[in-house]
């Protein structure tokens, strides 16, 4: 008790030297208390607002974050040492010197689940979760600033709010659907709504009495379908560079890959389907995972349930399972391969790329099941820090700890909105205070195993097929196709090492499927062996089509109707 008390003083002593900031609202932004996430972030790049600068790469710049509750207007906030850190822990240990310095305010509202709990959540403004871009939020206005031991408090004032994002519009091949849903509702205790872009064939418009095969393409939140263009690139686009791929240019390569889908899409021949991305972005995250969860709620339903069959209605869907088909990448390869299993009769082929974890034996480079920690592979008497995402050449960029206190420093009891909170939100049981039971200390990396054998139980899809393959397999075979890169930025070609032994052990019925590696390739390799995944990754809904057709010729059931979408 004594340290305790010491190291609580000690650390009081150390906020009060260190540089604070000191942060008000105004009654213009808002004139009535407040809950969230208040932000400060730092920057030494003039090239940008600094609330743009934050992620989880090297090149990140610096963000603090501290929770307010009931934040009245003209009251003052101080964010201090005592403030969670990334890519610094602290305010006392920011160098002195010149910074760009911007505040944030990420507003919460009040959530009365119908589980009983109350929750203070971010709610999804139509951006995506992200909190420097949500409408809504408050924020301050950049301003040089010079940083100093035991400099006074820095004012700032959230004086500016994020106007609202304009709806997207119908176009003759992207149309759009919203439908507010009843399991949702109920669940949030608020109107809680689901939506999707729909890419509707050539032709659509005039032959009525056609109806279509169904793709959903799992994705993260886009505002719009993407990746389609009926314009010719823009001759006075300004050439970026892409990290990730190591190619000037790219976002030229990205419109002519688009206006060249376009002119098959438009063309004689291709294959008239629908093609679909879903947006369910929610309170935890900019998607949900498609499946039903004791946090995030009963998405899974609402999509299975209510949109789907809402699109299909809307936009001429054959509404049948052998004519629905489901593929994506990463999150959306995982949940491809999710809903293929959790609803097995739903869908006749998914198709998932370089997917989230689907064997959390090797969750990332944990194994949550044997491994103490989730942070550091530990030994007799050393500890060797784990990395949670490598470049090409196998160079660690972030580790696990580091992402994790990069989540810590946008928001408490897993109100981050990045990748470890949601899959915690997701796979896990709901904690006492109702917020998701951490599956790991975010602190201390000390994993819980009483909640890993809950995700074992309800989302480990290895374990799941393992388990249920008796009635699965029969409705499962030749469903199952999984691409992966050897070198997959996150480590998830790990699990899928894991999955394929299954795979490859199953008879009565054999899978019938495939699991495909790219040599050399990083993240998200789905599956051409002919391009790098700087381009391969654009061609999804071209990739697998022909795949698709020959399984409808060969599973379609007699009298199924087979030609009002072929003209």
């Not at 959790?342 to 790329?353: E, K, R």
Request: charged letters at 25%; proline letters at 7%.
């Amino acid at each position: 008790m004594q340290r305790s008390l010491l190291a609580f003083f000690l650390l009081l002593s150390t906020a009060a030297c260190a540089q604070s900031f000191s942060v008000t609202f105004p009654n213009k932004t808002s004139a009535v208390p407040l809950d969230g996430r208040l932000l400060v972030v730092l920057s030494t790049d003039p090239s940008d607002e600094p609330r743009n600068q934050i992620d989880d790469t090297p090149r990140t710049q610096i963000v603090f974050g501290v929770t307010v509750d009931g934040w009245k207007p003209g009251e003052a906030k101080v964010v201090d040492a005592t403030a969670w850190g990334y890519p610094v822990h602290s305010l006392q240990d920011v160098p002195a010197g010149e910074y760009y310095v911007q505040a944030v305010l990420n507003r919460y509202e009040t959530f009365y689940r119908a589980d009983g709990k109350t929750v203070k959540m971010h709610m999804d403004q139509g951006e995506g979760q992200h909190w420097n871009l949500s409408p809504g939020n408050l924020y301050s206005k950049t301003q040089k600033i010079t940083v100093k031991p035991g400099g006074g408090p820095i004012a700032l004032e959230l004086s500016e709010v994020i106007p609202p994002i304009p709806a997207p519009k119908d176009t003759k091949y992207i149309r759009h659907i919203r439908i507010q849903s009843a399991v949702l509702t109920k669940f949030w205790g608020r109107p809680m709504y689901v939506s999707a872009a729909v890419l509707v064939p050539e032709g659509f418009d005039e032959h009525t009495e056609a109806h279509f095969p169904l793709i959903i393409f799992h994705d993260h939140f886009v505002p719009d379908f993407d990746g389609f263009r009926t314009e010719p690139p823009d001759p006075n686009l300004k050439p970026d560079y892409s990290e990730r791929f190591h190619l000037a240019g790219y976002n030229r390569i990205q419109q002519q890959e688009a206006y060249d889908f376009y002119k098959k899409w438009s063309g004689p021949g291709f294959p008239r389907v629908l093609i679909v991305k879903l947006q369910h972005a929610n309170p935890f995250y900019d998607d949900s995972y498609a499946v039903n969860s004791a946090n995030v709620g009963p998405y899974g339903d609402a999509i299975e349930n209510e949109l789907i069959p809402a699109i299909e209605k809307q936009f001429r869907g054959l509404g049948q399972g052998w004519a629905r088909f489901v593929y994506g990448g990463s999150t959306g390869g995982w949940e491809a391969l999710a809903v293929q299993v959790f609803y097995p009769d739903h869908y006749n082929g998914a198709f998932a790329a370089c997917p989230d974890p689907v064997d959390f034996h090797a969750f990332e480079n944990i194994n949550l099941y044997e491994d103490k920690n989730a942070f550091y592979l530990e030994g007799a008497h050393k500890r060797v820090a784990q990395p949670a995402m490598r470049d090409y050449l196998g160079h660690t960029l972030i580790t696990t700890e580091d992402n994790n206190r990069y989540e810590l420093a946008l928001g408490d009891h897993g109100r981050s909105g990045e990748q470890f909170d949601i899959w915690q939100a997701v796979y896990g049981p709901v904690g006492e205070d109702g917020y998701p039971a951490p599956i790991f200390d975010k602190v201390t990396g000390e994993i819980d195993h009483k909640v890993a054998e809950y995700w074992r139980a309800h989302y480990d899809l290895e374990a799941k097929l393992e388990r249920d393959w008796k009635t699965l397999g029969p409705q499962l075979e030749g469903k199952i196709h999984i691409y992966v890169g050897s070198e997959d930025t996150y480590f998830l070609n790990d699990a899928v090492y894991r999955m394929e032994d299954f795979l490859k052990s199953t008879n009565d019925p054999a899978y019938g499927g495939e699991v495909t590696y790219g040599p050399r390739a990083e993240h998200c390799w789905n599956g051409d062996p002919t391009l790098p995944n700087a381009y391969s990754r654009l061609h999804y809904n071209t990739q697998y089509l022909p795949k698709i057709l020959e399984r409808i010729e060969k599973t379609a059931p007699a009298g199924a109707d087979l030609k009002s979408w072929r003209y």
